[in-house]
């Protein structure tokens, strides 16, 4: 032997060897083979790839000698296949968890019904006709196995399963697949149709009490050796493994519990069967013990099924009341017992049995409950807050964002309720170091989150925090408490104690300056600010550096030769200003009164101050008030604003937000007139929004109007370009060249970018918006150049359509601030359908198709009575349609592109039957067919489920398209309403999918 052989052989040689696997037809010749290859401990092919190969190869149809296919042929290799199958099946005890998982449906099917055949059941009677407790024992059982495996295949039919993804198959193997699914579906078909026979049949075994026998390998070996009697009674009839009456209707009550609960979804009464034969099967299941051959159940899903029985019934025993506290929380939600529910969680943050996600979604059912109005459910929604909050800090967890909202207006209550959940749910003695921490962590960040004093002494000085803190960390939280105290905000209500200090000389400094902090009494005010100037000389406006008032009002104000006045007139305008900026009108209308009248002694200047800073207390008040209502203002409010917009004395500071205020108040109540024909032209020139606001007012009175009218419209908006526009910032080098260093925004427009958000964020007069929404479509169509994905408005027509400078504007800018103004207009008005549409179009254009259709869909909506009446053509254009298309399209949604391009003008069947023929569509397919009217679409439907080999949806198809409405020889107003009235479903059907 050469070197290289016998390299080759120590290789070889060395590898296992794999036993090669036995082919089905070495059984055929081997009676002994099959029971010998059962008994292996993994044998190959293991023996529910048997029962498919022998079932398969005994089904095979046969070619006779003129080629044509025939029936399988009844012969004795043929018997002998199915016989093999049947001993297989027994020697797995007919377990048809085992049978079911291994085999389709299919050859189940065909294995069943093998065995009714050589179990001498009747042919030709139904089941339910027969009286099982008559026939023999192995016959019996074949019946009520068959009927076991109909009712667990239709149950398990209605589970969702996940798709495998098609493999590259070739064209011969995805016939045999489409055929294999056309089989099963015609199958299920049946078994669905008989169902209540089935039921029947189970439900009549339970009145059997004597023992079954199901068939052996060895009674099916004497079945095929030895010819049966005439009445069917043999030997194998009671030689075969007995199964106890107690075990066998134990997994029948299992198998008629599932089918019942499957049918509670459409028939609630249903429910109540179930769960009895579920009760009954736990407790058949526990006399039976560990001693069940035949009787196969998941006592975790028997588990699942009791519980979720009992919740849907509102009838729980008593063992269930005890051993789960989720059905506890069910049956207290649905009694009303909100006291007994809250205890379960607060006894579960020591136990820690209920899982935190079971936990978050009783939370959420309570706050939805809520939010649709029932607001006696508030108290409970924070509760149950506290609790889940309370349990995520011992597990060191992040506490929610709803607790943090619920804290944000903190009452007595709810400290002393979330006190309680922290100290219930310690054991101090047992707890860790980790959740010790935890907890300490928690209580102090609450002492230093809430602003009012009084919540923050409750917890600080709570037993629990005292057992939790160390000596040094208990005295660093007390020092941060005093800080906080001598600055809190002026918003903050304050303590009674405060108040209940009399003033006299013998109380110190710092509390009568506390007091003055907290103050929004103007009389109170003056009488501390006297007191504390009586005890010493200081400047008492600097107590606070959260008073603020404008540079050119302090000004004037710190000239004051008195330094009480000074501080006085100080302190009540920062404390006006700040009322009115947290929309506190009422004490700001005090302080401000109070002011008023005390300049009005001395300083001509700082009356028309306080004149217009009251101007501006009314425009906010009545804006404020009006928006619900828009209700116009007063005439004399109009008036004041005119004169305001027109004053002239030049020693007067003016802050240029009221002159902004006053020009959006104008722009909003419709002074157009005003503004374009009577505002002085030095004051135009002198303020940006007088400016800004003539322009506007200007272009919309002139809408519509003629093109020659549109000069107005050319300069607003040559003044927005400017504004959206950049400036190069450019560096001479040292040998002289100029280099570009960075873009900046321009300074030559009349006001910042940011100032002219601040300012249209003022605006609510429609047409107004309109209006420069419009401009703003278009400077993004001109600057993003993109035809076919153009955003539209109304009154595009009235802008130019190029720019100059293109390379100067920035896009990006365009871009955000369109966005931004659309999302304001609709908070606004949600029901403006020119601005939900342009919305919509901006998702659409920036590949946000889901929100884009609900936007499209909304716009339909809102003029049309929710679609109970037409969609306005102007509104649902042939443009807005197809982009609804691609929408869907992109979405995978193709059913529905379908249904939509009937929509059109002229129906697009190339984009129709495109999106049909597409296999995967994530939309609900044949339930949507019922809102196809084109009868074209239905016939091209009818012939490519039949192409497919999809039965049962070719025979939706062909309800639809049957359906007299339809008939072409209809009259026209006929088939209009049949589309009218489908168009209706469709469009309600799509906006609960997409709102």
Not at 113 to 135: A, F, I, R, W, Y
Not at 520 to 533: A, C, G, K, M, N
Not at 729 to 747: P, Y
Not at 817 to 843: C, F, G, R
């Amino acid at each position: 032997m050469s070197a290289e052989a016998a390299d080759r052989e120590a290789v070889t040689g060395s590898r296992p060897c794999t036993p090669p696997q036995t082919s089905w037809f070495e059984f055929l010749l081997d009676d002994s083979l099959l029971e010998s290859h059962l008994q292996k401990f993994s044998p190959d092919p293991m023996p529910v790839q048997l029962i498919t190969q022998f079932l398969e190869q005994a089904s095979k149809p046969s070619v006779n000698e003129q080629n044509q296919v025939q029936p399988p042929a009844d012969n004795r290799r043929n018997r002998t296949l199915k016989l093999l199958a049947l001993k297989v099946a027994a020697h797995l005890k007919w377990n048809l968890d085992v049978l079911e998982k291994g085999l389709s449906i299919a050859v189940l099917n065909m294995l069943v019904n093998e065995l009714l055949c050589v179990s001498k059941v009747p042919p030709g009677v139904k089941h339910v006709d027969l009286d099982l407790s008559t026939l023999p024992p192995t016959t019996a059982m074949a019946v009520l196995l068959y009927n076991r495996w109909a009712i667990r295949t239709t149950v398990q039919s209605s589970f969702p399963i996940k798709q495998a993804k098609p493999g590259p198959h070739q064209m011969n193997m995805l016939n045999h697949v489409q055929q294999e699914k056309e089989l099963t579906e015609n199958i299920l078909k049946v078994l669905k149709e008989q169902a209540d026979d089935f039921i029947m049949v189970l439900e009549g075994v339970l009145g059997i009490k004597k023992d079954f026998y199901v068939h052996t390998m060895r009674t099916l070996d004497l079945l095929a050796a030895e010819p049966c009697t005439a009445n069917g009674e043999t030997e194998c009839s009671t030689a075969g493994l007995r199964i106890s009456a107690d075990e066998l209707h134990c997994q029948v009550r299992y198998d008629l519990g599932t089918v019942f609960f499957q049918q509670g979804c459409t028939n609630p009464p249903c429910y109540e069967k179930a769960r009895e034969h579920f009760l009954k099967t736990r407790e058949l299941l526990s006399k039976l013990g560990d001693g069940a051959v035949h009787c196969r159940i998941d006592e975790k899903r028997l588990a699942g099924y009791c519980q979720a029985c009992g919740v849907l019934t509102g009838l729980s025993d008593a063992s269930d009341m005890q051993s789960t506290p989720m059905t506890q929380i069910h049956s207290f939600i649905r009694s009303g017992n909100y006291k007994g529910l809250i205890e379960i969680f607060l006894e579960d943050n020591l136990a820690l049995s209920l899982p935190n996600h079971f936990r978050q979604s009783v939370l959420r059912e309570f706050f939805q409950k809520a939010e649709q109005g029932n607001k006696a459910l508030n108290e409970v929604c924070y509760k149950i807050c506290a609790c889940n909050a309370v349990r995520d800090v011992l597990e060191g967890q992040v506490v929610s964002v709803q607790f943090r909202q619920l804290l944000l207006k903190p009452t007595k209550e709810k400290i002393d309720f979330l006190l309680e959940v922290c100290t219930r749910s310690l054991k101090i003695e047992h707890l860790s170091d980790f959740s010790k921490r935890n907890m300490a962590a928690f209580l102090k960040n609450l002492c230093q989150s809430l602003e009012d004093l009084q919540f923050v002494f409750m917890i600080s000085s709570h037993e629990l925090l005292m057992v939790l803190l160390k000596d040094d960390e208990r005295k660093t939280l007390i020092d941060q408490i005093r800080k906080r105290s001598s600055c809190i905000n002026l918003c903050t209500k304050p303590l009674t104690s405060f108040y209940d200090i009399p003033a006299s000389a013998s109380v110190n400094i710092g509390q009568l300056e506390h007091q003055l902090i907290l103050s929004v009494d103007p009389w109170r005010i003056r009488q501390i600010l006297i007191e504390l100037h009586g005890m010493t000389e200081r400047q008492f406006w600097r107590v606070s550096s959260k008073w603020e008032v404008p540079s050119d009002y302090s000004s004037v104000i710190l000239g004051i030769k008195d330094h009480l006045t000074m501080d006085l007139v100080y302190i009540l305008m920062a404390k006006g200003l700040h009322c009115m900026a947290i929309k506190d009108f009422v004490h700001a209308r005090q302080l401000f009164s109070a002011c008023l009248e005390l300049v009005t002694e001395f300083s001509p200047r700082l009356r028309q101050v306080m004149l217009n800073e009251m101007l501006l207390l009314d425009i906010s008040v009545h804006e404020a008030g009006a928006g619900s209502s828009r209700e116009r203002p007063p005439p004399d409010l109009v008036s004041r604003v005119r004169g305001y917009l027109e004053m002239r004395i030049h020693d007067i500071p003016l802050r240029q937000v009221v002159g902004e205020e006053g020009v959006a108040f104008m722009l909003n109540w419709r002074e157009n007139e005003y503004l374009t024909l009577q505002v002085p032209t030095s004051l135009v020139h002198k303020n940006p929004y007088v400016k800004l606001g003539q322009l506007l007012a200007a272009t919309c009175k002139e809408l519509p109007g003629p093109k020659e009218s549109r000069r107005t419209a050319k300069d607003l908006w040559e003044v927005v370009v400017q504004i959206c526009s950049l400036s190069n910032q450019h560096k001479r080098a040292n040998d002289g060249r100029v280099s570009l260093i960075k873009q900046r925004e321009s300074t030559l427009g009349i006001m910042p970018r940011n100032k002219f958000i601040i300012f249209i964020r003022k605006l609510r007069e429609p047409l107004v918006l309109t209006t420069l929404i419009s401009l703003f479509v278009r400077l993004h169509s001109i600057v993003r150049d993109d035809i076919v994905n153009e955003v539209t408005a109304e009154h595009l027509s009235i802008w130019p359509t190029t720019l100059p400078n293109l390379q100067s504007v920035d896009v990006e800018a365009v871009a955000i601030t369109m966005k931004e103004l659309v999302n304001y207009a609709l908070t606004l008005n949600p029901n403006n359908h020119s601005w939900l549409i342009t919305q919509a179009d901006i998702y659409f254009v920036t590949n946000q198709y889901s929100a884009a259709l609900h936007f499209y869909l909304q716009a339909g909506a809102v003029c049309s009575d929710f679609f109970n009446k037409t969609v306005p053509p102007d509104v649902y254009t042939d443009q807005v349609l197809k982009r609804m298309i691609k929408c869907c399209s992109l979405l995978n949604c193709h059913t529905q592109v379908a249904i939509l391009c009937q929509f059109l003008r002229e129906v697009d069947y190339m984009t129709a039957f495109k999106a049909l023929q597409e296999q995967s569509s994530h939309d609900a397919m044949d339930s949507f067919y019922d809102y196809i009217w084109d009868v074209t679409i239905l016939e091209y439907l009818t012939h490519i489920h039949h192409k497919r080999g999809e039965a049962e949806k070719r025979q939706i198809a062909i309800k639809a398209i049957g359906q007299t409405e339809l008939n072409a020889s209809n009259p026209e107003d006929v088939l209009q309403l049949a589309a009218q009235k489908r168009k209706k479903k469709f469009l309600q059907a799509m906006a609960k999918l997409y709102f």
